[in-house]
């Protein structure tokens, strides 16, 4: 008897209708496009603390997955009291509605405009030196801030970069935002590619950006995460170690009192190696995981706590 077919991935799923552009599509799309026309025509600031505000009211009024974000803030920071959780809380979704915005705004700017954008980043000579070695990097960044402009940090400033992403359901939403990457010099890097090309990347040098704090579901190792073990990809650590590549963790959050105007800071993440592949690939994760616990609780109201990041508990009898 032939064997029932196997369910596809939601990945696969989108990948074969990729080609496909429908109706539904181009009404999407067209909306998308006149709501950034119509932020664009506003002064910068306005349309930044518009999107703040929005975010605000997804999070404090219409509660959007605002039961997520507080189940997530209370394991994070159980010893605060509840009113510094929600006062956190209302101001990720601020955060999350101003840089969604400023994500739509800034996409396409030239290589001078991001660096303005971008003063002075923190750690950018040793990402650079990194760099020029020429063995490649992982520049590792989460949802925090504006995280798209980490990577658009380091391609502004000459970092050949290759960003891994998955592909957009909406063919023209998807093919916008791989014409704004390069424009900047990014290259995409499909996520179903991605072992195969990130290795191809690194071995020619480049620097191979991704986000890397989603939950990983049961591939992922287990390390601790704000306090509790969190299910997290093991891709980077095993690319960087596999490539002989350094390893970074980079950040951009906006300045205080200067929207559209962020503070950057990179640092390479070290762990000390075993010369057992599964162990140093444990290790490296649990480094790059502990180096976001600490900006997370430095800036918890920059974070996502929108994700279920403690979704799948770790196995029976331990990590």
Known sequence: MRSPPKRR????????????????HRLEYLAFRGAVAALRALPERWALALGGSVGWLAGSLLRVRRGVADANLARAFPDRDPRWRDRVARASYR??????????????EPAE?????????????????????????????????????AGGAAAARGA????????QANRLFDDALVANRARLGIATIRRGDARREVMRALREGRVVGMV?????R?????????????STVRGPALFALRA????????????????????????EVRCDRTGDVAEDV?????????????????????????????RTPPPAGGV
Do not use: K
């Open 218 to 230: 049961r591939r992922g190792a287990f390390v601790d995460f704000l306090g509790t073990p969190a």
């Open 113 to 149: 405009r991001v660096r303005a954008r971008t003063p002075d980043p923190l750690g950018e000579a040793a990402l650079l030196e990194a760099v020029r070695a020429g063995r490649g990097v992982v520049l590792l960044t989460g949802h925090f801030g504006n995280w798209e402009m």
């Open 212 to 216: 890397a704090d989603q939950d990983a």
């Open 95 to 108: 955060t999350l509605g101003r840089e969604a915005v400023a994500t739509f705004l800034f996409a396409g």
């Open 244 to 267: 002989g590549a350094p390893l970074f963790l980079g950040t951009c959050v906006a300045l205080p009192g200067q929207p559209g105007r962020y503070r950057c800071e990179v640092e």
């Open 9 to 24: 991935s939601r990945s696969a799923e989108i990948s074969a209708v990729a080609g496909r552009v429908t109706l539904l």
């Open 160 to 167: 050949p970069l290759a960003a891994v992403a998955a592909r």
């Open 282 to 310: 444990r290790r490296l994760t649990a480094a790059h995981a502990a180096a976001l616990t600490e900006r997370v609780r430095r800036e918890p109201e920059q974070y996502f706590w929108q994700h279920r990041r403690w």
